[in-house]
């Protein structure tokens, strides 16, 4: 079964509006999530590490403002993308770390913004 | 810092024929590398993994790669193309120092089966 859900897996909003997105880890508890992107036809930028009860570290050019990352419990991560644009339409994509094991992915969550 | 170089972002094969895909990698330090597949709308799904020890590395669906250390290279081969197996495949490297597990990922190989 899934280890790891996206919550919405497609989402459409308008623009200057924001969007929250939820990564669950339903297998383990996991105190660090990762969020990328994905353009269309391109490979996976990592925007930012986070970590349970602690800031997340974003990776450099990713506006921490613009994405706010929530990592609130050990099995639970949220991504907003505060005041949306069309160029921030994209799939975001969860993962979770198990330690000494693998990262698990998420479904994804597609993103337009009108 | 560590990077990886897929070779070819397009690969077209014949049902049953050979599936050869090209990772090289480039790391400081002895690396852990992973091949990914995505289907189209969804995340990406683990095909195997390479950390220490044998430098063949079985996956599932009948896939599997060699570390080269000499040629830095870690090839993903499957004997037989079945249309399912058309997909992205992405190569990805991460440093074996714990704690250090950020994934940095190839540009991506789209592979088309020819029936």
């Known amino acids: 079964g899934a280890v790891v859900s996206q919550h919405p897996s497609w989402v459409i909003c308008k623009s200057g509006t924001s969007v929250k997105i939820e990564c669950r880890s339903l297998d383990f508890q996991a105190t660090t999530m990762f969020w990328y992107r994905q353009f269309p036809k391109q490979s996976l930028m990592l925007m930012a590490t986070s970590n349970e009860g602690s800031k997340a570290t974003y990776e450099q050019g990713v506006e921490k403002d613009k994405f706010l990352i929530n990592h609130a419990s050990l099995t639970l991560s949220t991504l907003t993308v505060t005041s949306a644009h069309p160029e921030d339409s994209s799939f975001y994509i969860c993962?979770?770390?198990?330690?000494?094991?693998?990262?698990?992915f998420g479904p994804g969550t597609r993103l337009t913004v009108l | 810092a560590q990077s990886v170089t897929q070779l070819g972002s397009h690969v077209s094969v014949s049902e049953g024929a050979l599936v050869l895909l090209r990772c090289n990698y480039s790391s400081s330090v002895p690396p852990y590398l992973f091949w990914y597949v995505q289907y189209p709308n969804q995340g990406l799904q683990l095909l195997l993994k390479y950390t220490t020890g044998a430098t063949l590395v079985k996956g599932i669906n009948g896939f599997e790669a060699e570390f080269k250390k000499s040629e830095t290279s870690f090839h993903l081969t499957k004997p037989s193309a079945h249309m399912s197996d058309a997909a992205e495949y992405f190569c990805?490297?991460?440093?074996?120092?714990?704690?250090?597990?950020?994934?940095?990922f190839g540009t991506g190989t789209r592979l088309t089966i020819i029936p």
């Open positions: 990805a490297v991460t440093l074996s120092n714990f704690g250090n597990e950020k994934l940095t």
């Open positions: 993962s979770v770390l198990r330690r000494g094991s693998e990262q698990f």
